[in-house]
């Protein structure tokens, strides 16, 4: 696959993970060696924290996600 097909599958897939508006929760990380599919984070763009499984779609976040790299 190439950077560019990446990229748009990331963005059919809406994920948290991949969205601009995600500050992640570093405090809530596994510690290294741990791993721990539920990510968390706080979406700034609507004020509230979020969890997510990274490479999974999200349905709800159709209408919000603008990805990272379309600044």
Known sequence: ?????IIELQKIDCNCNDCI???RDMIRLP???????IN???CSKFD???SF???TC???TQN?????KDK
């Not at 696959?1 to 097909?5: P, V, Y």
């Not at 510690?31 to 599919?37: A, E, R, V, Y």
């Not at 919000?64 to 990272?68: A, E, W």
């Open 1 to 5: 696959m190439t950077n560019e097909s």
């Open 21 to 23: 508006y995600m500050v």
């Open 31 to 37: 510690k290294k060696g741990i791993p721990c599919p």
């Open 40 to 42: 968390y984070g706080r």
């Open 48 to 50: 509230k924290d979020v």
């Open 53 to 55: 499984i990274p490479a």
């Open 58 to 60: 999200q349905i709800e």
């Open 64 to 68: 919000c996600f603008k990805h990272r």
